[in-house]
């Protein structure tokens, strides 16, 4: 929304180029592609079925682990198959880990961008406070002379005093609309 206050307001914003614009609308629209994929990535069928299929195999491994053994071929060695168990648990945890990783790196990279906009934005609004001020100071200013001109008649005061107010509204909007 800023960046379309700043195009309409071409001549307030001098000190931004169109060039610098123009990357501010891609980082824009860029961090927002983004986005839209990570929370498309967390919707997605297959991320939900992998989530639940990690879920029953750890309920499945607690309740072997839970179940009493007897004699069967894998008590035969229980040592190895418990370290074949720990090894195939561990890999699917480096797997999971690996893609938050990823995921997580990615998110860092957007939340920076979009540090970095929020500050150029907060620039600009300070820029425009600064004009606004800038433009309540002549408007007061005006109002003192218009004040001390109009001091003779109260007819020809009030007169004045309306077009002056019709004037000021019509700048308004000129300069909100403009």
Excluded: W
Aim: proline letters at 2%.
């Amino acid at each position: 929304m800023t960046i379309q206050a700043v195009e309409k307001k071409r001549e307030s914003f001098s000190s931004i180029t169109n060039d610098e614009l123009q990357n501010r609308k891609a980082f824009v629209a860029e961090t927002t592609t983004i986005v839209n994929g990570y929370r498309q990535l967390l919707n997605d069928p297959a991320t939900k079925a992998k989530k639940e299929e990690d879920k029953r195999e750890a309920e499945a491994l607690r309740a072997r682990r839970d179940e009493p053994t007897f004699s069967t071929a894998e008590n035969d060695d229980p040592l190895k198959a418990r370290t074949e168990q720990q090894q195939e648990l561990e890999e699917k945890q480096d797997l999971a880990l690996d893609n938050m990783q990823t995921v997580l790196e990615r998110l860092g990279v957007a939340a920076d961008a979009i540090d970095l906009e929020m500050g150029e934005q907060k620039e600009l609004i300070a820029e425009m406070r600064d004009e606004i001020d800038v433009g309540k100071e002549r408007m007061g200013a005006t109002m003192k002379k218009l004040h001390k001109l109009l001091g003779t008649s109260s007819n020809s005061k009030l007169c004045c005093l309306l077009v002056m107010f019709l004037m000021v509204i019509i700048l308004l909007a000129i300069a909100i609309l403009g």
